[in-house]
């Protein structure tokens, strides 16, 4: 039961109707910075959908405040479309705001026409790889005026708050940190001088909207970057922009340029959630905790013992529109889980591509995709429990046909059970597990264990087959791969294969040979449970605690032909595991060509010379092929055959279950 998270809450002169809140992010839906029909029907899902505070943006406030197609406050013009958006949020009971943004020196000249970004001082960005211009007065005048203007457009507009974007390293965070703050004006130096733009930033934006209009602030909790600001500090400017008239606090992570990962599924659940606590205990106004917030049960806790009043669930709220509408009613199971896989999030941010998300394929396509009851009502084989298989099953039975789901093994999930075993990817079987509940509340019917043949559906006269049979694993023609010491990289991942001795050599560095070194290299480790007992009761020192977590008892070597590994990741979630190979002391050999596989070690070709490397075990993970043969065995048939997934070619998650999706729309 929940206690807090659907009650309302008053925010100065706001009511929300619960505590969910969408916070802003970029969602690559605005070519041109102005609002479409996309946006706005995005937004009106979530609206819809019950949430309580939905803020839309980042807006650009001028020309340096980032790049073009970011949402547009520039100018009196932007009105009209803004208008229009928040008027489809508050429509439907949410009450709609509009955050402010300026980039600073994390803004590229490519994305503003060639100008060159400004910040407080000229210090070289290392998210651009560009210097910026120092600010003059006379540019921090301006700008803070700018804030004030949009500020005022936001008013104007019909949303009910305004936010000022104060974190992630962008411009107000700079002025602020004495790593990117060298002024010795006014502006630099101390403490009080350093906050100085940013409370100026508040004071105008209050003296614009008026003391009735209700604003915000989202701040970063703490930098993560040597030499920067921590919990102590943003605390501290957070009671200090209570007195200047601020509201709301939104509390999220560090700079975009910190090594400490915010956004992946190996952040634990409402790991940063302890920053808002911090801020909270400075502050008298509401505070808002976020990041990897995706069940509404964790989310009440955080409210319930005090540590925010409100939680953000952005992309929850991507997953899944109508997260509140499902608590209110207690259809609890029913809830798509977000589990920060970012590949239809952060990853299509980061590649300028419009926003969707791998277990909602209707997400920034609602204006495409309507899962409506079919005309004619079909029974419908799906062969194959993968992600694929399961989608579109679900999807079928959600229009109104009568689905049988066969898999062959006894559990259904198929690569996303394999992708869920190295530490900090678990949330791989949230996504099964939410898929397998809604099966069965959608009444398809589960056949496990089951091998669905072409003589089978034939005879039991089903209208349709989707067949998702999926993969198997590639067997490369290596001399000895064949031998006693090799094993495949799936039956290790599946329990079925243990890797004996020390030496591991992994063959392959794409993504499933990646996790397959950071499941064996961690084997050995300890636990967080083990960690925080020993921390606790001083039971070891802290550099022999960091090598009880990061060192094992075996040592792993990748070995990749190509010059980088894991190259079929995402690029918001590679350099993360990039990262824990390189903590759990895993060696990447790149440009290594396996030649031959020998009792105790494996021979590679290293620019031209033979070197061996010593392997107790080898695993292969060299990908996978597609295993189609029962769509061959049914296309001319007669009956209506469909091939998704994998068993059509390798693909990631995300355009598995978007094939899985679109294919049972069709039917």
């Not at 100026?200 to 030499?227: C, K, Q, S």
Request: proline share 4%.
């Amino acid at each position: 039961m929940l206690k807090k998270l659907l009650t309302p809450l008053k925010v100065h002169n706001l009511e929300l109707r619960n505590r969910i809140v969408m916070t802003a992010m970029h969602l690559n839906f605005t070519p041109d910075g102005k609002v479409n029909d996309r946006i706005v029907a995005f937004y009106e899902e979530r609206a819809r959908g019950g949430t309580g505070l939905i803020i839309v943006g980042g807006s650009i406030i001028d020309d340096y405040a980032g790049a073009y197609w970011l949402l547009d406050m520039r100018d009196d013009s932007c009105i009209e479309g803004h208008s229009i958006l928040a008027d489809a949020i508050k429509r439907h009971g949410a009450a709609a705001a509009c955050q402010l943004y300026h980039a600073g020196r994390y803004s590229h000249s490519m994305t503003m026409e060639g100008k060159q970004a400004v910040a407080p001082s000229p210090v070289r960005s290392r998210f651009t790889n560009e210097e910026p211009r120092e600010m003059t007065l006379e540019d921090i005048k301006r700008t803070i005026q700018a804030y004030a203007d949009a500020a005022l457009r936001v008013k104007k507009a019909g949303y009910d708050m305004v936010e000022v974007l104060a974190c992630t390293g962008y411009l107000i965070c700079q002025f602020l940190s004495p790593v990117t703050n060298l002024r010795t004006d006014e502006y630099g130096g101390s403490w009080e001088n350093r906050m100085r733009f940013g409370l100026e930033v508040a004071d105008a934006v209050r003296e614009a909207v008026g003391p009735d209009f209700t604003v915000g602030f989202r701040i970063a909790g703490h930098d993560y970057i040597e030499g920067g600001n921590t919990n102590r500090e943003w605390a501290l400017f957070a009671a200090e922009l209570e007195k200047h008239g601020v509201d709301l606090i939104n509390v999220t992570g560090g700079w975009h340029e910190t090594r400490v990962p915010q956004l992946p599924m190996s952040v634990p659940r409402a790991g940063l959630a302890y920053l808002a606590a911090g801020v909270k205990q400075s502050v008298g106004i509401p505070v808002i905790a976020s990041n990897r917030i995706n069940d509404v049960f964790v989310a009440d806790e955080i409210l319930r013992m005090g540590m925010a009043d409100l939680v953000a669930m952005a992309r929850g709220l991507i997953a899944d529109p109508e997260i509140a509408v499902k608590a209110a009613e207690g259809r609890y199971e029913e809830i798509t889980h977000c589990i920060g896989c970012n590949q239809g999030c952060f990853d299509h941010v980061f590649y300028l591509q419009p926003v969707t998300c791998m277990l909602n394929p209707r997400a920034g396509r609602e204006l495409e995709y309507k899962v409506e009851r079919a005309k004619t009502q079909k029974r419908v084989a799906v062969v194959g429990g993968g992600p694929a298989g399961m989608k579109a099953a679900l999807t079928a039975a959600q229009r109104g046909h009568d689905v049988t789901l066969f898999e062959k093994s006894d559990v259904l999930g198929g690569q996303l059970n394999l992708a869920a075993v190295p530490p900090g990817r678990e949330e791989f079987w949230t996504a099964v597990e939410d898929l397998d509940v809604q099966l069965d509340n959608a009444g398809v019917e589960l056949r496990l264990e089951t091998e669905a043949t072409a003589e089978m559906l034939k005879r039991e006269g089903f209208d349709a087959v989707v067949v998702a049979t999926g993969a198997r694993q590639a067997v490369p023609p290596i001399p000895g791969i064949d031998g006693p010491n090799v094993v495949m990289a799936w039956d290790v991942l599946e329990g079925k294969e243990d890797p004996e001795g020390k030496n591991i050599v992994i063959i392959g560095g794409g993504a499933v040979g990646s996790e397959t070194a950071m499941y064996v290299a961690s084997i050995g480790t300890i636990s967080g449970d083990t960690l925080f007992y020993l921390f606790m009761n001083n039971g070891e020192d802290i550099e022999t605690l960091r090598e009880l977590c990061s060192r094992g008892i075996k040592k792993v070597t990748v070995i990749e032909m190509l010059d980088k590994v894991c190259r079929d990741v995402g690029i918001s979630t590679r350099w993360t595991i990039l990262q824990d190979m390189r903590n759990l002391g895993i060696e990447i050999r790149r440009k290594a060509v396996a030649k031959r596989i020998e009792a105790g070690k494996v021979v590679v070709d290293v620019d031209g010379r033979e070197e061996e490397i010593p392997a107790d075990t080898v695993i292969i993970a060299a990908g996978s092929c597609p295993a189609g043969e029962l769509y061959e065995e049914l296309k001319d048939s007669g009956m209506e055959v469909y091939l998704v997934g994998d068993a059509r070619e390798a693909r990631k998650a995300i355009e598995a279950i978007q094939d899985g999706y679109e294919i049972a729309l069709k039917i």
